[in-house]
């Protein structure tokens, strides 16, 4: 079993950066490969970015690609999201996901272990 545990989040003006990190705990961290979703109120809770156990493929979700960036340390047992140029559309709660399933998987149904979340608000 794997506990996650979100941190960096907070308020930030629109242009602006926050790096997000996950803390893995209490299982195996690199045999699960890892995600970002958020989930904005009354919405459903969206794919943002994934990596892959081994770190050497990652995907983000089009509405990021270009200003997200997911990472992770195996050695640490970390995970990050670098999140630049925010935008007010950008305001979520934020979680990481960990799933020991195989394959590139941007559906949270398919993700097991589940943080807290963070909060992230970019103002205009």
């Known amino acids: 079993q794997v506990q996650l545990a979100e941190s960096g989040g907070g308020l930030v003006q629109a242009g602006g950066s926050l790096r997000l990190s996950c803390v893995a705990s209490?299982?195996?961290?690199?045999?699960?490969?890892m995600g970002w979703f958020r989930q904005a109120p009354g919405q459903e809770r969206k794919f943002v970015a994934l990596?892959?156990?081994?770190?050497?493929?990652?995907g983000h979700a089009d509405s990021v690609k270009g200003r997200f960036t997911i990472s992770r340390d195996n050695a640490k047992n970390m995970v990050y999201l670098q999140m630049n140029s925010l935008k007010p559309e950008d305001t979520a709660v934020y979680y990481c996901?960990?799933?020991?399933?195989?394959?590139?998987?941007?559906?949270?149904?398919?993700?097991?272990?589940w943080g807290q979340g963070t909060q992230v608000t970019v103002s205009s």
């Open positions: 996901a960990g799933t020991t399933r195989l394959g590139v998987i941007r559906s949270p149904n398919e993700y097991e272990y």
């Open positions: 990596i892959t156990r081994s770190g050497y493929i990652t």
């Open positions: 209490g299982g195996t961290f690199s045999n699960c490969a």
